[in-house]
């Protein structure tokens, strides 16, 4: 890649805006010293924070709007008076060319909404498909959807399949991810209709793609393949579920180790030990939304600035891959094999 | 109740067998002084434990059989061979009228199966439904179902409502347990057909239960709700998602404390606190089998002693209650409710 990257960026998006954003755009931009960046937002907030980084500035130009979409819009509201924002310029910018991506802390179905309609979808999704990075003990599996579209037919699992294995060699560098298609067990018999059709269409072999099975709900942390594939409905109740674990356990945790001093001088002494555990078991704050003509990535909206300079190097890394290409290569298969499993249908006598 | 309870025990079930089976009767019958057990199994094998047990011996009848259950024995192999095992003779005491519960810690497909083909269903489940007590910060919440049965309409789901709620009450005392409906937010446009439409059975008013809405996945650690529906799909990868999210955070924990030796010498000053935290986190391994003609528990095929113990508690407490009479008063509203709402969308123009 010769060209300039240029990255487009959401600055008012989150609890925090500019005091969080800025930095961590300014620590992105050590890291990809190529890049320019284009910052949408009020100038008056995002120009004394962008003074104290040069090495930003040198490279950042700011494009001012009074204009910004609260973190508890509805999508339909954003949709409807969202045009001029930081949020829809920041993705206007890639619709227009100017950017290879675009980068918000802000609202996520106010997000999605804008996106798919600025950007138009590349696929026929109800809406674009949320992505999990689940922390596991060899590292984080892909799980997607997690939200985003809650009916799914056969066809939709395996186009999630499709992208998540090649998001997940764009963004984590695994040369050949593994795939499993989450159910109740692992006998083909198992499950849901489309389940047991996704899997038979996934196990033909015609597709690019290293496809294990099905995985259940404890395979996630155990990181038993790299791309886990689900319904939005599945989805978004497993990562809330894992959520809700996670946060009882901690709180659960903290009672214990406040219990008596003893324990307490304990937990002094483990810091260290419980620091690192802690950073384990939080997930990475950015997801791609996925299935739009462009690269879009959502940053948490309580993101500090470490959590948003991830954000801004996933776009980037995201924009640079070979991701849109091979998606269209898989997804041509996917039409041949449906159309070939239709016509053997017809064949055979109903 | 005037009648001595029976309870019926299938003593060869799980990894352990007599060894823990028998003490854990014997523990449930200190705290039953009034009931008689029915102990199935191989004699050879009961009898020296239960020369242990006088005060239990005292109150017990050994049903010698030769045949058990393996606890990888496929259902319907199980179904086929059990007859005479003393999973079998433990239920099949239930249905003929000799014994007011059963329990085994024996494999859950065969157990299903069998107590279905012996005892039949009371409710058109294709499987008894499986029970969760999830625990949480201010309790256990009871889940619904976590595996049986897979494809459920509304019908089903409120079923599983009207189930879980009389249980709770049954089992944990609480005089009006809170229901919630799992869904992937609380408004009530989202979510499956299924279960907007289940909502808004519930939602109606017509059934004598404290209906809360919806949950969502972080709802049950939560104990937002007493009583959490959802479809036997959601509802195992749920429970699996978080068994493997609770054994992933005890695994880096326990790295995290083993990172240093301060960190060691810490983690033994907190060590009484790390282990009320274990046992905080450890849910009840009794579940019941619900929907069938007859009560029968579930103990975790790696109970001891201390398990098996509550199982036989659980079953007992369950047997005693006004559960059978509570369900047949709100299936019938139930049946009511939905004729009335053909009715109403029969005079709708469609």
Redesign the interface.
Same mark, same amino acid.
């Given at each position: 890649m010769t060209r300039t990257q240029v990255l487009s960026i959401d600055m008012m998006g989150g609890d925090h805006g500019p005091p969080e954003t800025v930095p961590g755009v300014a620590q992105a931009a050590e890291a990809l010293p190529a890049a320019r960046f284009l910052l949408h937002g009020d100038e008056a907030k995002i120009g004394p924070e962008l003074e104290r980084h040069p090495g930003l500035k040198a490279r950042a130009e700011i494009r001012h709007t009074d204009k910004s979409i609260a973190s508890d819009e509805k999508p339909a509201v954003a949709l409807r008076r969202g045009k001029g924002s930081s949020m829809w310029n920041a993705i206007e910018a890639v619709k227009a060319g100017e950017a290879d991506a675009a980068i918000s802390s802000g609202n996520t179905g106010g997000l999605m909404a804008i996106s798919k309609l600025v950007l138009r979808m590349s696929i026929d999704f109800d809406r674009p498909c949320l992505v999990a990075s689940w922390?596991?003990?060899k590292g984080l599996t892909t799980v997607l959807d997690v939200?985003a579209n809650?009916?799914c037919d056969a066809e939709r699992l395996v186009e999630f399949a499709i992208m998540g294995e090649a998001f997940h060699r764009a963004v984590h560098g695994v040369a050949r991810p593994t795939v499993g298609l989450?159910n109740?067990g692992s006998e083909d018999v198992?499950?849901?209709e489309e389940v047991r059709e996704a899997h038979a269409i996934l196990s033909s072999g015609k597709f690019d793609l290293d496809y294990r099975g099905f995985v259940?709900?404890?395979?996630?942390?155990?990181n038993t393949v790299d791309v886990a594939v689900?319904d %939005?409905?599945?989805g978004?109740?497993? #990562?809330?579920? *894992?959520?809700?674990? %996670?946060?009882?356990?901690e709180? *659960?945790?903290k009672? *214990? #180790?406040?219990?008596?001093p003893?324990?307490m001088?304990?937990?002094?002494? *483990?810091?260290? %030990?419980?620091l690192?555990?802690r950073e384990?078991?939080n997930p990475p704050r950015a997801a791609p939304l996925l299935g739009l003509n462009g690269v879009v990535v959502k940053s948490h909206g309580g993101a500090k600035a470490r959590d948003f300079r991830d954000a801004v190097l996933m776009a980037s890394g995201f924009a640079q891959s070979d991701f849109a290409a091979e998606i269209e290569r898989n997804m041509k298969r996917l039409s041949a094999a449906l159309a070939e499993s239709q016509a053997s249908t017809v064949e055979e006598p109903s």
């Open positions: 922390p596991g003990a939200g809650i009916d989450i109740v198992k499950g849901h259940e709900g404890d395979d996630l942390s155990k689900t %939005g409905f599945t978004n109740i497993m #990562l809330k579920t *894992a959520e809700g674990t %996670g946060r009882y356990v709180q *659960a945790l009672g *214990a #180790l406040t219990s008596s003893i324990a001088l304990g937990a002094m002494l *483990a810091r260290g %030990g419980l690192q555990f384990k078991l």
